[in-house]
Structures are given as C-alpha cells and as structure tokens.
Nanobody, 114 residues
C-alpha cells in the first residue's frame, strides 16, 4: 500500500486544518489506521487511531480538538484538527496496518504560530 498524506500547512493558533491520507493500490486487508506526529527533537507519538471495530483513541493533548475518520472503502483517512495550538506543530504521518504489516505515509508538516 502506498500512502499519500496532504493537508498540512501554516496556521495561527486557534485555526483549523484537515489532513488527508489516501491509499493507492490498497490490496491488503487493513485493520487499524492512525495518525502520528513528530515534533523537532521529540519522538514520534500516536495522535489518533481508528480500529477495525471503529473505536477511536486519542492522545490526551488533542482530545476534544481533533477527530479521526475514514471513508467507507477504508482507502482514505482524515484528521480534522480544530483549535490548533503551537505545541501541535510537527510533521504528521498516517499509518495503515494489517495483521502483519505497517505502512507509512510520507508526512505532512503542520506549523501553528502563536
């Protein structure tokens, strides 16, 4: 599976962005899908995930501000980000998983200025 992430950009604090991750040639049985981020000098962290059962999990720092969703064909993953804060600044990566493999998108930069 090839993943293409888009939607990053530069916004002011309090603004919104929608990240999109499109799967190309998705011939695998994807189970879980998620968004990760990596800020400068920090480790990559899980921001939000949606499981095969449709359960959604978020890191505490984004609860109530971010929403993860996917299309019905499980080919496109979204992350709606509201009330953005400077500490949300990072490269965001999408992630699709099946029972044995993990696929990563190329990353999209989100910059939030105060």
């Amino acid at each position: 599976v090839q993943l293409q992430a888009s939607g990053g950009g530069s916004v002011q604090a309090g603004g919104s962005l929608r990240l999109v991750c499109a799967a190309i040639k998705n011939s695998f049985s994807i189970t879980d899908m998620g968004w990760y981020r990596q800020a400068p000098g920090k480790q990559r962290e899980l921001v939000a995930e949606i499981t095969a059962a449709g359960n959604r999990n978020y890191v505490d720092s984004v609860k109530g501000r971010f929403a993860i969703s996917r299309d019905s064909a499980w080919n496109t993953l979204y992350l709606d980000m509201d009330s953005l804060k400077p500490e949300d600044t990072a490269v965001y990566y999408c992630n699709f998983r099946d029972s044995v493999r993990t696929f990563w998108g190329q990353g999209t930069l989100v910059t939030v200025s105060s």
